[in-house]
């Protein structure tokens, strides 16, 4: 046993730790779960109004209202965790990685919203079930549809369309990375 790791011993802080980098941290967190939160309460609103009160109201069953609620869900979580995230990653830039412009940004709050779209329009047809099907199966159907409607748009070769900026925010790349051990 090494000296000073026995169970009384204080741990001492790693390097390039801060208090006041993990309190940054434990914001920037709390305000992204918050966006979440918030954006998925403003799909739900967006979606029962679209269900109830417009002219999509009638091609939506009564039991498949539940179904237009999930889409919501999903679209307004999803714009509630990139937006956070692409304010940040233009603010905040390394050498590895430099700041996004406005331009890309916005490219990207584009991409978001008609993926947001494309998941209010895969929940329209998951709520078609409600035809035939009862509440409560076509919502727990939907939960499935929605939430694995996205794997289409993951095969989609991006690079070769011209559009490799789509792959997300993190821009990982075989060459980048922590594991490359080179002596």
Do not use: C
């Not at 790693?14 to 208090?19: A, D, E, I, T, V």
């Not at 039991?63 to 995230?85: Q, T």
């Amino acid at each position: 046993m090494s000296v000073g790791s026995g169970p009384g011993a204080a741990r001492a802080q790693s390097p390039g730790r801060s208090l006041a980098g993990n309190v940054a941290f434990g914001a920037g967190l709390l305000l992204v779960l918050a966006t979440i939160t918030l954006g998925g309460y403003a799909g739900v609103a967006l979606t029962l109004g679209l269900a109830d009160d417009s002219f999509l109201s009638s091609a939506v069953p009564g039991d498949g209202r539940n179904a237009v609620v999930v889409g919501g869900i999903g679209a307004g979580g999803l714009a509630g965790l990139l937006l956070p995230l692409l304010l940040f990653a233009a603010v905040r830039g390394t050498d590895a990685r430099p700041r996004i412009g406005p331009g890309e940004a916005l490219l990207k709050m584009l991409g978001v919203l008609v993926i947001g779209v494309y998941l209010l329009v895969v929940s329209l047809l998951a709520a078609q079930l409600g035809w035939i099907l009862p509440t409560g199966l076509v919502t727990l159907l939907s939960v499935f549809v929605v939430g694995f409607s996205w794997v289409p748009l993951a095969l989609i070769p991006w690079d070769r369309l011209g559009l490799g900026g789509v792959g997300g925010l993190l821009g990982t790349s075989p060459g980048q990375g922590g594991s490359d051990k080179s002596d």
